[in-house]
């Protein structure tokens, strides 16, 4: 039964203790035993250093609310361990990078009923979409097709068939920028397509089959019609966009694509076959709110159609429009 000298790293501090592990027969491995104690390992072969539960929520919370970045919240730790000497504290910002990242897909796995039972992960499984847009079989219960524009039989008015319609706003953001990884042979995926943003396979499978066109705007000089196709070094991601529910905000699961250059429609429309495919069912009716739809929108079916990886009901209309915040930058013809 040996002793190993162990840091822990708690929200008091980083601290250094000899923990004795138990070696009998059938006992379970070191890293099981810390998990046991309220302690998360660094490593799972022979942990050395290991951080506390409390304190990897106080991360998660302060990285959420806060924006704390991680290596700020470890120097914090640092000098409350020794305000005179915090150089002198063990540095282990990079597992705590590191582990950080594998509790937070815990607690996803958790919360979305995937803790206590081994099943495959479909796309968008970690992610929650709007509770209140309409989502059949989980809020909401679809009448038949050929009822659904029928008037009622009491006060002869028209069932409100917008109750059983999904609405989607498109939008980019140019701010998110990401440089290219170092060693991106390092570079693990824990969460591959399963929250909001897409899978990357299918979705740089797409990009490379896609036709490459340049449209210009026949509206007014809309800068994401024309910047399409500008490059930036250096970048391996220019921007994200994605797809949001209309009413509430809230973005849709398996939705979120980058930008490899400007705002493309190729990007847009793999963002956009992805969000009608998240829990519509037999929905019938899509409308959908894009600063330049009036040019997006006209050879959309087209652009599916040619491609494999793309995919969108044929019975489903797509309504397109234009935020009011944009749509006064447009021409007349746009409000037809």
Known sequence: HSKQITTIVDKSGVHTHKIKYCRCADALTADIQLCQMGLFPASF?????????????DFLLDNLECGTSAMNYYNKLRRMTTSVF??????????LMRVARQWR???LLKWNGFGHESKDRKPGDLALFCPACPQPGINVTLPP??????????SELPKPSWLYSRSLVMDGNFKAEHLYAANPMDEVSLMDGHAFMV?????KAHLAQAND????????????????????HRLEA??????????????????????????RQMNMDYALCEALKHNTGSIRRALTFYDINCQYHKYLRDRVSESP???????LQIVPGIGLWHVHGHQDSCYV
């Open 145 to 154: 097709e050929d009822q659904q524009e029928e008037t009622n039989s009491e």
């Open 105 to 107: 897909q815990l607690h």
């Open 238 to 263: 220019t921007g994200i966009s994605g797809c949001a529910c209309a009413r509430h905000g809230c973005f849709v699961p398996h939705a979120m694509v980058d930008f490899q250059k400007g705002e």
């Open 86 to 95: 915090p150089h002198l504290v063990p540095d282990h910002y990079h597992e």
């Open 213 to 232: 066109a340049v449209q210009w705007s026949e509206c007014n000089n809309h800068r994401a019609m024309n910047q399409a196709n500008a490059t930036r």
């Open 199 to 203: 899978g990357d396979g299918a979705y």
């Open 309 to 315: 990886f793309l995919e969108l009901d044929q019975a």
């Open 45 to 57: 072969a022979q942990p050395q250093t290991a951080f506390t539960f409390q304190v990897l929520d």
